[in-house]
């Protein structure tokens, strides 16, 4: 069911844009990458930067999982989206969506272990469990190359634990129920500021280096005139400069917004099969017996 977080918005602080213009409000989608109250809390003030350039309101909305956005997008559900590197390259290429700007920070993969286990290389983790999110994640399929290049092929020499979120990784570790687990940068680098004692008792095996895909882009449709586009480019690459933009960088560590490039969107393109109907997930699997976060805390 679709997740109207400007309802949201109203109850916690009537933060929408004041404007009393007749229009209907523009809908921003966002792929879901965290909680709706998390979206709200991070993004209210990309929100209302869009809502003050655009001249109308703006509502945020989501959906349920990965694929019911995708869907939703290429149904004409969102006049302009935040999404994950390889759903904006496929709304890109196959139905002309624009990006506008895209996030310097970059997706990338950190895999880890308990601090006092005996593992010290990835080849180690044969005939293991790793624990990681959604497998039609960046996250995952990095996860995956890197196994992969360790001789080892993720849901067959490495069997999955499937996680309600990238949040949930580190708990399993910690119950046992995966000797190693697969999550997000963007989440880890945060881990020793929100649950330090945890931090402590896990460790770093591998990270993705760089150059990884860029891990927001926020495009408009094809249908969108390029005056609009540039305008709203010009607004955002300079939100950087206004204390609430400061602030939104290093609450959502989008770090800063960048003109994109080709190149930069090419980085996504080894991911986007998975985005695709025929494709299928790992042939191990299992699920989490339900480890999670406490609620409010980040997820990815």
Do not use: C
């Not at 523009?26 to 929100?47: C, D, H, K, N, T």
């Not at 293991?128 to 001789?151: E, P, Q």
């Not at 500021?193 to 990270?207: A, G, M």
């Amino acid at each position: 069911m679709k997740i109207i977080l400007s309802m949201l918005l109203t109850v916690l602080g009537g933060l929408f844009f004041s404007s009393s213009v007749a229009a209907e409000p523009l809908r921003l989608g966002v792929f879901p990458y965290i909680s709706p109250a998390q979206m709200v809390e991070q993004l209210s003030p990309l929100r209302q930067r869009l809502a003050t350039a655009l001249e109308r309101e703006v509502e945020m909305l989501s959906a349920p999982d990965f694929m019911t956005f995708v869907e939703r997008q290429a149904a004409g559900h969102y006049d302009l989206v935040i999404t994950a590197p390889h759903m904006g390259r496929l709304a890109q290429q196959r139905d002309g969506w624009q990006p506008v700007v895209i996030s310097s920070q970059q997706t990338a993969t950190v895999i880890l272990v308990r601090a006092d286990a005996d593992i010290t290389r990835l080849e180690q983790l044969k005939g293991r469990r790793l624990a990681v999110g959604n497998w039609r994640s960046v996250t995952y399929l990095l996860a995956a190359r890197a196994l992969n290049a360790a001789g080892l092929e993720l849901g067959d020499d490495v069997q999955v634990l499937e996680t309600a979120t990238f949040s949930n990784v580190v708990a399993a570790i910690l119950a046992g129920e995966a000797v190693a687990g697969a999550t997000p940068t963007l989440l880890w680098d945060q881990w020793s500021h929100v649950y330090p004692e945890e931090k402590r008792r896990i460790r770093e095996l591998f990270r993705a280096p760089p150059p990884n895909p860029h891990s927001f882009l926020l495009m408009m449709p094809a249908a969108a005139d390029q005056a609009t586009i540039d305008h709203l480019r010009g607004s955002l690459l300079a939100f950087h400069r206004d204390p609430a933009g400061q602030a939104f960088f290093q609450e959502s560590n989008f770090e800063s917004f960048q003109l994109p490039s080709e190149e930069a969107m090419a980085l996504a393109d080894p991911f986007v099969y998975v985005l695709l109907p025929e494709s299928s997930g790992p042939s191990e699997t299992s699920k989490s017996s339900g480890a999670s976060r406490p609620a409010g805390k980040p997820e990815e």
